[in-house]
Nanobody
Framework: VQLQASGGGSVQSGESLRLSCKAI????????MAWYRQAPGKQREMVAR???????TYVDSVKSRFTISRDNAVNTVYLQMNSLKPEDTAVYYCNAEPSPFGVARHVWGQGTQVTVSS
């Protein structure tokens, strides 16, 4: 059971990136999935979450700029990030929450670095 995150990089302020999180060993249809981020010297925070039926929630700082989505057919969750700001710079992690028909414990991806310069 694992999550493989990809798509990070270095961009200029105002540009976009799309992160991908491929689940291996379990079916995301039964899991609530989320993206977290951790900036240097700060606590890890949840950025966006999608329930197993696709209901999305966001931290206030990314609302209207980020979109979380899932493609159950390829067992992958995405985070589309538009209008990026320097304060979005962080390591981004995908996460699968424990659920009755999903994973038994939290599963974390390996993290992907996003760097936004002004």
């Amino acid at each position: 059971v694992q999550l493989q995150a990809s798509g990070g990089g270095s961009v200029q302020s105002g540009e976009s990136l799309r992160l991908s999180c491929k689940a291996i060993g379990f079916d995301i249809r039964f899991s609530h999935m989320a993206w977290y981020r951790q900036a240097p010297g700060k606590q890890r925070e949840m950025v966006a979450r999608t329930s197993n039926v696709g209901a999305a929630t966001y931290v206030d700082s990314v609302k209207s700029r980020f979109t979380i989505s899932r493609d159950n057919a390829v067992n992958t969750v995405y985070l589309q990030m538009n209008s990026l700001k320097p304060e979005d710079t962080a390591v981004y992690y995908c996460n699968a929450e424990p659920s009755p028909f999903g994973v038994a414990r939290h599963v974390w991806g390996q993290g992907t670095q996003v760097t936004v310069s002004s």
